[in-house]
């Protein structure tokens, strides 16, 4: 089946560090990979689509600036949190669409945990 | 926009039994998907079963399978013969327009 890996797993660091969230499609090529933010005991959250070749989309209220996505090929999407503050403490997930029909599902990576100190 | 509403937020099924999660959506595409994923406590997501809007027939999965009324607008799971491992977070999710949009969720104990 479809792997996407996500790295790293958790990070601690300390307020006004910035902070890189790889995401890579292993045995597939995504076109379109998902950033997605989860506050515990809350769903997922869609901040931001990421598009092979071209310049992210942003979910309303999402800074672009503060989350800067780069999807630079076909297998990986990068999520950098910028001058991180304790706010930015979540856990982000990213997810992967297999190329074909629409019916294609999601693939999700094993998600992040965030620690701002 | 489209929005996904889990009414249940926590459900409790005896182990062997069924149950059965409601969902329910509201959308203003014409063509649309339709998937409950699991999140145990691991956190990973993991598609349990998936829906195309087009298509009559409910989606079956070995002991998962849904009832999809299109006209409703509803997107119910059922969990046949429950198992342990079957405890986790399920979240209903509809897919249009390059975008997928999560219900809140449901909690999902499973009683030994």
């Known amino acids: 089946g479809a792997v996407v890996s996500q790295h790293p797993s958790r990070v601690i660091c300390k307020s006004g560090t910035s902070v890189k969230i790889e995401c890579r499609s292993l045995?597939?090529?995504?076109?379109?990979m998902f950033w997605y933010r989860q506050f515990p005991k809350q769903s997922l959250m869609l901040m931001a689509t990421s598009n092979e070749g071209s310049k992210a989309t942003y979910e309303q209220g999402v800074e672009k600036d503060k989350f800067l996505i780069n999807h630079a090929s076909l297998t990986l999407s990068t999520l950098t949190v910028t001058s991180a503050h304790p706010e930015d403490s979540s856990f982000y997930i990213c997810?992967?669409?297999?190329?074909?029909?629409?019916?294609?599902?999601?693939?999700f990576g094993d998600g992040t945990r965030l620690s701002i100190l | 926009a489209q929005t996904v509403t889990q009414s249940q937020p926590e459900m409790s099924v005896q182990e062997a039994e069924t149950v059965t999660l409601s969902c329910t959506y509201d959308?203003?595409?014409?063509?649309?998907?339709l998937f409950w994923y699991k999140q145990p406590p691991s956190r990973q997501m993991i598609l349990v079963i998936r829906?195309?809007?087009?298509?009559?027939q409910n989606a079956t999965e070995n002991r998962f399978s849904v009832n999809f009324q299109k006209a409703a607008k509803s997107f119910s799971l059922k969990i046949s013969d429950s198992q342990l491992g079957d405890a986790a977070m399920y979240f209903c999710?509809?897919?249009?327009?390059?975008?997928?949009?999560f219900g809140t969720g449901t909690r999902l104990t499973i009683i030994p």
């Open positions: 999710a509809h897919f249009g327009n390059e975008k997928l949009t």
């Open positions: 997810s992967a669409r297999v190329l074909g029909p629409s019916n294609q599902p999601q693939h």
């Open positions: 959308t203003s595409e014409s063509d649309y998907y």
């Open positions: 829906q195309e809007a087009y298509k009559q």
């Open positions: 045995d597939f090529q995504a076109t379109t």
